[in-house]
């Protein structure tokens, strides 16, 4: 028996971030200012992780974002980061992700979501573009009282699957957040959407990869 639910990274992973850029340039920013913040605020997320301690997502883009503002001399208002925020509320998925979602849900496997974000973010975005209908679980992290890639969350999902971990496989853009998930038991599915990040030759490397998900899909339940 092989594997019989896949969970997904949300962020980059199922949508680009190019809503969020957009707005930080209606704001004042450089377009080339969201991978700085995003990864501020990985960075801090993460870190606190590994301190045992949880901090939400939502506080440090707040945060993050305040300090992008003001170091650019812009208004950095409640109202401004406010409206650069709802650009997650605009996102729409990669074109692969329906097909993806598809053959998951023709090969009898579940289909979850777990991300470093918020839940009813993820909710919002997969209910907007009628995605919702093949997803079993929508989940953020805080439950697991951790960011990805520690252990904790992943063995939530997994827990929450009543799966065993070597039959639950991890889909994710980022190659910190499938390294975690293999390091959890899961399987891990690196997508190498272009220009993303390459996976680094001094981790092990993914179980499966590819440039689509569909690509990626075909060889984890193949």
């Not at 929508?138 to 960011?147: H, I, K, L, P, S």
Request: hydrophobic share 50%; charged share 25%.
């Amino acid at each position: 028996m092989g594997i019989q639910a896949v969970v997904f990274d949300v962020n980059e992973t199922l949508f680009s971030l190019a809503p969020v850029r957009d707005r930080m340039v209606e704001a004042g920013l450089g377009a080339d200012r969201l991978e700085p913040w995003f990864r501020a605020i990985l960075v801090d997320g993460i870190a606190a992780a590994a301190a045992g301690r949880f901090v939400a997502f939502p506080d440090l883009a707040r945060h993050h974002l305040d300090v992008e503002l003001r170091r650019d001399g812009q208004p950095a208002d409640d109202a401004t980061i406010a409206r650069v925020l709802a650009g997650f509320e605009q996102t729409t998925p990669h074109d692969d992700v329906g097909p993806a979602f598809e053959r998951l849900r023709s090969a009898g496997v579940r289909i979850a979501t777990l991300t470093n974000g918020t839940a009813a973010i993820t909710r919002a975005f997969l209910e907007r573009c009628d995605l919702d209908v093949f997803v079993d679980g929508v989940w953020d992290v805080e439950a697991a009282g951790a960011w990805k890639p520690t252990p904790a969350p992943y063995r939530w999902a997994v827990e929450r699957l009543g799966l065993p971990a070597e039959r639950v496989a991890m889909v994710a853009v980022h190659p910190w957040d499938v390294h975690g998930a293999m390091a959890a038991g899961l399987v891990g599915g690196f997508v190498e959407r272009e220009g993303g990040a390459p996976w680094p030759t001094s981790l092990p490397p993914p179980d499966d990869r590819a440039g689509s998900l569909p690509r990626l899909i075909e060889a984890l339940i193949g």
